[in-house]
RNA sequence: GGGGUUGUAAGAUAACUUGGUUAUUCUACCACGUUCGGGACGUGGCAAUCCCAGUUCAAAUCUGGGCAACCCCA
């Protein structure tokens, strides 16, 4: 950071990690801490948030989910029980050990995930196939300590997500319950973020430690880093049998449950800035946008008076969104400009002397900077439209993008060349851990997921042997 | 996991090589006045050497450690 002025002074092309810590500390989203690996969400971040559980605890209602919390610290016998689960957790558990002076007799985990906790409980509830589906979801947070280094909302060693736990009587149930979550979370990434994303099913190497299968979403930000933004593990009955989840079935028959478990974190809201911002700062798609619209007052001193009363009543005809009236007299209006750009309100309307004679003002959109003259009375359909607009562009953008950055290859070198353009590889692939060691090893890209409509056809391009898969390989977080 | 760069006020910086009085400048912030259709101006004011240790008569400056941010490679 050379330069003093207020707005960002990195490019999103050039400076991509500079510009990404510029954004989200000059639009008042985050604030590092001492800790390393723990922000500060500040409002307008977690306002987003806030829309985001609301949002889902509605979907989620639709589908017979239901909400509990469970405690933040989890006895270490009890981490241990499901031993695949452990394995892949244990090197970023974050343990208790004391209070005061006095060493606890068991070290309590901080939980990095809460299925261990979750179904010890789940195991006390369901005995009978009445006692099924089991729905719970807990919002939280969450401590995994990463080493490497962190990157405020996308890799941080505290987060918040939702977790949900589903428990059925069906192998059948548990898998479409597992397709069903990850429906709810695209809806989500669409219709809240505009964010676009690959579905896909992970491979055995990247998968939940403890799952049979783990479903994901994956995007790609502009930096050419592709990035999971959430996952629906298919968890089997590995939990089930470790943990003793059992019930009666209609036939009097003992089983163990078929189990579930899904997560939506606070990194979409960073995969969100990443992704729609600009070298003037954020811009928030307008269904998570804190204020969707500002007035700014176009002050004289001799209309003074007059624009500030038009301005309170266009702040009055807009009441059915969030919108702000700018009418501070210690900053000039471009100086508002600069400042509304720069913390991505979507809609600006500036609102002067001239425009008073003629019933107007001026519309100016954060998505294109487009700057339009709407007559008073079509402001509010206006309003609507633009904001319905903003949305779909910022969506229709980034899914251009992203389908524009997928490339077919059939070789390592053709591969390498894709991904050295910041781009996605799509392949036919064995699905083999060898192979994909070797691309990784090759191409420094490692597999997002595997597709779940397309079909392989012929021979895995690695080894020669036959391909089960189309999947999606790139540079990753 | 390996290598590198950096840390001075709310933000950005100067002084560091060659240790020395009251730590420079711009922005922000506070007060008053004049301004306002794309980051206005004047006057006055507030405000900092990341933490711990060492060397020294003397440390922002030299040495070691810690913490943090960023970059590159695996």
């Known amino acids: 950071m050379k330069e003093s002025k207020e707005g960002l002074t990195f490019k999103k092309d050039k400076d991509f990690s500079e510009w990404y810590s510029q954004v989200i500390q ?16 500040r409002p307008r971040a977690y306002y987003i948030w806030e829309t985001v559980q609301s949002y889902m605890n509605n979907e989620f209602k639709k589908i017979g989910v239901r909400n509990a919390y469970f405690p933040l610290l989890i006895p270490e016998s009890l981490l241990k029980k499901e031993k695949e689960n452990f394995q892949g957790f244990n090197p970023e558990v974050a343990w208790v050990t004391k209070t005061g002076d006095s060493e606890l007799n068991e070290r309590l985990a901080i939980r990095p995930t809460s299925e261990t906790i979750m179904y010890d409980h789940y195991k006390k509830w369901i005995h009978s196939w ?22 405020p909302f996308l890799r941080t060693r505290e987060f ?10 069906s192998e059948q149930e548990v898998q479409k319950d597992t397709l069903l979550i990850l429906d709810v979370y695209e809806k989500t990434l669409k219709e809240l973020y505009a964010i676009p994303a690959l579905k896909g099913r992970k491979s055995e190497k990247e998968k939940f430690a403890g799952a049979v299968y783990t479903l994901s979403l994956e995007t790609l930000l502009s930096n050419g880093k592709a990035i999971q933004c959430c996952t629906s593990h298919n968890l089997g009955q590995n939990f089930s049998r470790a943990f003793d989840i059992n019930f009666l ?33 954020l811009v928030v798609p307008p269904m998570v946008a804190e204020t969707q619209i500002v007035i700014v007052p176009i002050l004289f001193d001799e209309s003074k008076g007059k624009v500030l009363k038009k ?17 501070r007299e210690d900053y000039s209006a471009g100086w508002k400009f600069n400042e509304h750009e720069l913390k991505g309100i979507p809609i600006r309307i500036e609102i002067g ?13 954060r998505d294109t900077l487009k700057k339009e003259i709407v007559k008073i009375k079509d402001l509010n359909k206006k309003v609507e439209k633009t904001l319905q607009d903003i949305h779909n562009n910022l969506y229709n953008k980034a899914r251009k993008f992203l389908d524009d950055s997928i490339v077919n290859v059939k ?12 781009k996605i590889a799509k392949l036919n692939w064995c699905l083999g851990n060898k192979c994909e060691d070797i691309l990784k090893e090759k191409t420094e890209s490692k597999s997002l997921n595997i597709s779940l409509t397309e079909k392989a056809k012929g021979k895995c391009f690695a080894c020669g042997n036959k391909a089960n898969g189309v999947a999606f390989f790139g540079k990753s977080y």
């Open 353 to 365: 002397p001239k425009d008073l004679a003629k019933n107007q003002v001026v519309l100016v959109r």
């Open 411 to 422: 070789n390592i070198n053709d591969m390498k060349k894709v991904i050295g353009k910041g």
């Open 160 to 169: 918040l997500w939702q977790e949900g736990h589903n428990a059925f009587s």
């Open 311 to 327: 301005a309170n009543e266009l702040f009055k005809l807009l009441k059915n969104y969030r919108v702000y009236l700018d009418s």
């Open 130 to 151: 009445k006692d099924l589906p089991l729905k719970i979801n807990q919002w939280n947070n969450i401590l995994r300590w990463e080493f490497k280094h962190s990157v």
């Open 249 to 281: 079935d209609k036939n009097e028959k003992k089983q163990y449950v078929w189990q579930n478990s899904w997560g939506f974190s606070t990194r979409t809201i960073g995969i969100m800035i990443a992704m729609h911002s600009d070298d003037l700062g």
């Open 26 to 41: 000059k639009a008042e989203l985050a604030e590092y801490t001492n800790v390393s690996g723990c922000i500060v969400f």
